[in-house]
């Protein structure tokens, strides 16, 4: 079955870095796009940025452009979120998730999501 | 794009039928997804494509609608649908938008 695992999560002071990972199993993953999405506490859902199934196309929300990198290494079957410039506000979980086509054109929903790593932007 | 939901809380009792109403700015054609979040879990996909059950999802739960307006119907509460749940906009993007989402309560 579709597993993905975040790890990465953590503490860490405002302007310092981070980087997410996300393992997945169960599917071919070099043949699907991933996203990550972000949730607050307490608060509702925000897309964080795509990556296409062979990293050639890559889309960011306009709150991380600049400061967060979406990359894949789909020989270990992992696609990361390396993240700049860390703000209080970017302060949540971070999920990653899968688009449901495969190649092609994303589809732009999620089928799958794992179970989410915290990061907490404080001094 | 700005996703409305409402209400953001809905007290319903087991066994009732509950409407969640979702609103778009724009048009988003059926490119509109549902998912259901319960506290400490990540969101599960509902419905895509405004209408179509995802793999899995019970039959009671149906969405329909098309360009602004959209309603997600869980036909008979049942005690594990309480939660909170998401409609999310894909036909334009990026950004991927969701709505505010609306807490389903036991009343």
């Known amino acids: 079955q579709v597993q993905l695992v975040e790890s990465g999560g953590g503490v860490v002071q405002p302007g310092g870095s981070l980087r997410l990972s996300c393992a997945a199993s169960?599917?071919?993953?070099?043949?699907?796009?991933m996203h990550w999405v972000r949730q607050a506490p307490g608060k509702g859902l925000e897309w964080v940025a795509f990556?296409?199934?062979?990293?050639?196309?890559?889309y960011y929300a306009d709150s991380v452009k600049g400061r967060f990198t979406i990359s894949r290494d789909n020989s270990k079957n992992t696609v990361y979120l390396q993240m700049n410039s860390l703000r209080a506000e970017d302060t949540a979980v971070f999920y990653c998730?899968?688009?449901?086509?495969?190649?092609?054109?994303?589809?732009?929903?999620?089928?799958?999501w794992g179970q989410g790593t915290l990061v907490t932007v404080s001094s | 794009i700005v996703m409305t939901q409402s209400p953001a809380t809905l007290s319903v009792s087991p066994g009732e039928r509950a409407t969640l109403s979702c609103r778009a700015s724009q048009s988003v054609s059926s490119n509109l997804a549902w998912y259901q979040q319960k506290p400490g879990q990540a969101p599960r996909l509902l419905i895509y494509?405004?209408?179509t059950r995802a793999n899995g999802i019970p039959a009671r739960f149906s969405g329909s609608g098309s360009g602004t307006e959209f309603t997600l119907t869980i036909s008979s509460l049942q005690s594990e649908d309480f939660a909170v749940y998401y409609c999310?906009?894909?036909?334009?993007?990026?950004?991927?938008?969701f709505g505010g989402g609306t807490k389903v309560e036991i009343k």
């Open positions: 169960g599917f071919t993953f070099s043949s699907y796009g």
């Open positions: 990556i296409q199934y062979d990293g050639s196309n890559k």
């Open positions: 999310q906009q894909y036909n334009n993007w990026p950004p991927l938008i």
């Open positions: 494509g405004a209408s």
């Open positions: 998730a899968k688009d449901p086509r495969g190649l092609g054109i994303a589809s732009r929903y999620f089928d799958y």
